[in-house]
C-alpha cells in the first residue's frame, strides 16, 4: 500500500494531467474526488493540491505504477474526449514510470476498441504480463 505521501503524489500528478488542456472539467474533478476518497485523503487536501503540487514521489512497485497508468488513462478518457497532447503526455508519463513502450503503446492503441476508450483492468494487467515474460 502507498504511503501518505505517495498518495499525494498520484493526486498532484492526476491533477496536472487532467490540466495538461489548460482546464479541469466538472467530470475530471469528479473522477479525481472518487480517488482521492479511495485512497483515503480527505476533499481539503485535494483542494489544497489543486492549489500547489505535491513533492514528486517514484512509487516502489510495478503493480502500482501499472495502476497509476490506468487511472490516468481513465481520467484521459472521462470526458470522452482525447486530445494528441493528451495521448502523447500519456505515453512519455508511462515511460517515466519505467513501464515497457510497447506496453504503452498497444494499451494506448487497444483503447480505441472498447467502449468510451475505456480498457477493462484485466485486459490492461494481460498486456503488461505478456510483455515482462
Known amino acids: 500500500m502507498s504511503t501518505y505521501e505517495e498518495k ?5 500528478e492526476m491533477i496536472a494531467f487532467a490540466r495538461v488542456d489548460n482546464k479541469l472539467k466538472p467530470s475530471e474533478y469528479s473522477f479525481l474526488l ?15 493540491l489543486l492549489k500547489q503540487k505535491a513533492k514528486k514521489k517514484i512509487l516502489k512497485s510495478q503493480a502500482d505504477r501499472i495502476v497509476q ?15 494528441e497532447d493528451e495521448i502523447r503526455r500519456l505515453h512519455e508519463i508511462g515511460l517515466s514510470m519505467g513501464l515497457p513502450p510497447t506496453a504503452v503503446a498497444q494499451v494506448l492503441e487497444v483503447m480505441h476498441k472498447y467502449p468510451d476508450k475505456i480498457i477493462p483492468p484485466e485486459v490492461l494487467l494481460r498486456i503488461f504480463t505478456a510483455h515482462y515474460n
Open 8 to 12: 499525494l503524489s498520484i493526486l498532484s
Open 34 to 48: 472518487q480517488v482521492a476518497s479511495r485512497l483515503g485523503v480527505e476533499k481539503d487536501v485535494l483542494e489544497d
Open 69 to 83: 497508468f490506468h487511472r490516468l488513462l481513465l481520467m484521459m478518457n472521462i470526458d470522452q474526449e482525447q486530445h
